[in-house]
C-alpha cells in the first residue's frame, strides 16, 4: 500500500489507534490519492503520533493546535487533501476554540478526532469526553461535570460534514473518512477509540452501537441530525449531516483575489519583492 511507513506504531496491544490507521490508509488508497498528494497534521497525545505511521506529509505540533496549522497548509496549497489527526483531550479540550472556528468558516480540512473520553498519554485524567460519574486519576470520586458533546456543539457551529464511526468497526470507518475527504468543506469523524490501559470500554461500545446507514435515515436534515447526536442509551454511527450548500473559507478567499490560489501568489513573487518581505520581517 503506498501509504505504508517503515515506522511501526508503538500503541499498546488493542489500542483502536490500530484500526483507525489502517482505515485512514485504506479510505486514502481507496480515493486513488497519492501520498504527495497527502498533508496530515496532529497535536500531542498517543493518536498524535499517526502522522509519524503513514507515507505522507506530516507535521507533528503542539498541544491543541493542529487545526491552525491544517489551515495554513490548505490556504498555501489548496490542491493538497489535508488531515487532522488527534484525540479528545486536544482537540475538545485545549484546541477546542480552533475547531469551532473551522467549522463556522467551513475551513477544507478534514479533522479525525480519536475520542476515548481520557487523557491516555499522561496516564488517565479526566477529558472533555469523559461520563458523569466517571472515575479518572483527577476525579477519583467519580466526574461532576456533564460531558461535552463535541458534535452537537459543531452542529450548531456551522460544521457542513458530521461523523461518527468506531474504531472496531474499520470497514465502516473507511467508508466515512472517505466520503469526509470528498466532502467540499470541514469535516468532522469522531471515533469512539476506547483506550484499553485508562478507559477500556469495548464491550459497553459494542453492546450500543448500530449503523445509520442501516436505519431509514438521511443526513441531509440538521433538526434531525441535532436529535441523533444526542440520543442515548443507544450510540448510533455514521454521517448525521451533510451539505455542500456553502462555499469553503479557501473558495471565498479565490473569489475575493482575482482567482489566484495562494501558492500561485507565492510562485509569482518576483525576487525584488521577496528580499523587500524577507528585510521587513528581519
Known amino acids: ?4 511507513s517503515d515506522v511501526k506504531p508503538d500503541w499498546c496491544p488493542g489500542c483502536g489507534g490500530y484500526g483507525i490507521l489502517a482505515s485512514l490508509k485504506s479510505a486514502l488508497t481507496g480515493l486513488g490519492l497519492e501520498p504527495r498528494n497527502v498533508a496530515i497534521a496532529s497535536g500531542i497525545g498517543c493518536s498524535s503520533n499517526l502522522p509519524g505511521y503513514i507515507r505522507a506529509y506530516g507535521f507533528h505540533g503542539l498541544h491543541g493546535r493542529p487545526v491552525r496549522v491544517a489551515i495554513g497548509i490548505k490556504s498555501a496549497n489548496p490542491s493538497l487533501t489535508v488531515v487532522v489527526t488527534a484525540g479528545d483531550g486536544d482537540e475538545y479540550g485545549i484546541g477546542f476554540n480552533h475547531v469551532i472556528n473551522a467549522a463556522r468558516r467551513n475551513d477544507d480540512i478534514k479533522l479525525i478526532v480519536s475520542n476515548n473520553s481520557i487523557y491516555g498519554l499522561t ?5 472533555p469526553t469523559s461520563e458523569l460519574g466517571q472515575k479518572t486519576k483527577t476525579t477519583p470520586d467519580g466526574s461532576m461535570i ?3 458533546n463535541p458534535l452537537s456543539t459543531l452542529l450548531g457551529a456551522g460544521a457542513t460534514f458530521v461523523a461518527r464511526g468506531f474504531s472496531g468497526e474499520p470497514k465502516q470507518l473507511t467508508k466515512l473518512i472517505e466520503e469526509a475527504v470528498l466532502h467540499r468543506g470541514f469535516a468532522l469523524v469522531d471515533v469512539i477509540s476506547p483506550c484499553v490501559i485508562w478507559n477500556d470500554t469495548y464491550a459497553k461500545v459494542r453492546s450500543a452501537v448500530y449503523k445509520l446507514e442501516d436505519m431509514d435515515y438521511r443526513p441531509d436534515d440538521q433538526v434531525e441530525a441535532y436529535r441523533k447526536v444526542n440520543e442515548t442509551p443507544g450510540l448510533p454511527i455514521g454521517i448525521f449531516y451533510r451539505t455542500e450548500s456553502k462555499p469553503t473559507l479557501q473558495e471565498m478567499a479565490v473569489a475575493t483575489n482575482g482567482g489566484m490560489k495562494p501558492i500561485d501568489g507565492v510562485r509569482n513573487l518576483e525576487k525584488r519583492e521577496a528580499e523587500d518581505l524577507m528585510r521587513e520581517f528581519y
Open 123 to 127: 496516564t488517565g485524567q479526566a477529558s
Open 146 to 148: 456533564y460531558p461535552l
Open 1 to 4: 500500500m503506498a501509504f505504508d
